[in-house]
């Protein structure tokens, strides 16, 4: 079975950094697009940035030029820097892994908890 695991959460005052980490396990052919999304309380799950097999990253606006993602193929990770944080980035923040086994599939993590404070 597939898992991802999130870790790097916490609270932080704003205008600080975290670094979120996130690695897989399990049996799979090869790993294709992985990306960070959070979800505020209340509010619906959306994605914070994206990253494909060969390194190609897409961010949400609200998070340009603060936050990076990046991976390591070799070892099946994948990191978001976040710099620049603001109250509204508070969130759980979820790891999201399309991999192909077979055919291709999902798996989620289940979420870290990031706290900005003022």
């Known amino acids: 079975q597939v898992h991802v695991v999130e870790s790097g959460g916490g609270l932080v005052q704003a205008g600080g950094s975290l670094r979120l980490s996130c690695a897989a396990s399990?049996?799979?052919?090869?790993?294709?697009?992985m990306g960070w999304y959070r979800q505020a309380p209340g509010k619906q799950r959306n994605l914070v940035a994206s990253i494909t097999s060969g390194g190609t990253t897409n961010y949400a606006d609200s998070v340009k030029g603060r936050f990076t993602i990046s991976r390591d193929n070799a070892k099946n990770t994948m990191a978001l820097q976040m710099n620049s944080l603001k109250l509204e980035d508070t969130a759980v923040y979820y790891c999201?892994?399309?991999?192909?086994?077979?055919?291709?599939?999902?798996?989620w993590g289940q979420g870290t908890l990031v706290t900005v404070s003022s």
């Open positions: 999201k892994m399309n991999y192909k086994l077979l055919w291709d599939r999902e798996v």
């Open positions: 399990g049996s799979f052919d090869s790993i294709n697009a």
